[in-house]
């Protein structure tokens, strides 16, 4: 039932703001050399490795690491980066990931191939069985402000009582989220 639904939505959502990403593509072309989307490694359901697509928000000389560890982010952030991630429009080529279903709408965002330490301790905890969300319980109780064990702390917590109803209850406190552009570091 969820996949049915998480497809559904997200050609939906892909078809009503396909000209929004047109636009948001075009401004990255514009405004800064190199592609227009962002290919991350990413660890999906069962610790597999896939493509996850983001509009390029970095120069393309950016080390391959979370953000939080460069040393100087906001230096690698194109002219138009820090609105994009602000506002979260970077994350809309991720309806295609959904349609794909290497993601859902709502569980564990993905780690980074290299997160170690995320992916390890996932795994120990069983979160890696889940399907990598768009949005997830730890998203909307903190995002990038999480230190590690509490962002496992979260995706535990889903893990144990996720339903419809709690992901209805994460999508929503996501959209107020996204829309007061809340808990965005970089």
């Known amino acids: ?32 050399k190199g592609p227009v989307l962002y290919w991350s490694d990413r660890v999906g359901r069962d610790n597999a490795l896939f493509k996850m697509p983001k509009f390029r928000t970095m120069q393309v000389n ?7 560890l460069l040393e100087n982010p906001d230096h690698y952030l194109t002219v138009i980066g820090k609105f994009l991630r602000k506002s979260s429009l970077d994350e809309l080529p991720q309806l295609f990931s959904i349609i794909k279903g290497d993601m859902s709408f709502v569980g564990p965002r993905p780690a980074l191939f290299n997160q170690d330490d995320l992916i390890e301790l996932r795994t120990r905890k069983g979160i890696h069985r889940l399907t990598p969300g768009l949005t997830g319980w730890a998203q909307i109780n903190g995002r990038d402000d999480l230190p590690i064990p509490v962002k496992v702390g979260y995706d535990e917590y889903y893990l144990q009582h996720r339903s419809l109803l709690l992901d209805l209850h994460i999508l929503f406190r996501t959209f107020v989220k996204v829309a007061r552009q809340e808990g965005v570091v970089h």
């Open 62 to 68: 950016t080390p391959v690491v979370a953000t939080h």
């Open 1 to 32: 039932m969820k996949r049915m639904i998480d497809v559904v939505m997200a050609l939906c959502l892909a078809a009503v703001l396909a000209l929004p990403m047109a636009v948001v593509a075009l401004l990255i072309k514009l405004t800064s």
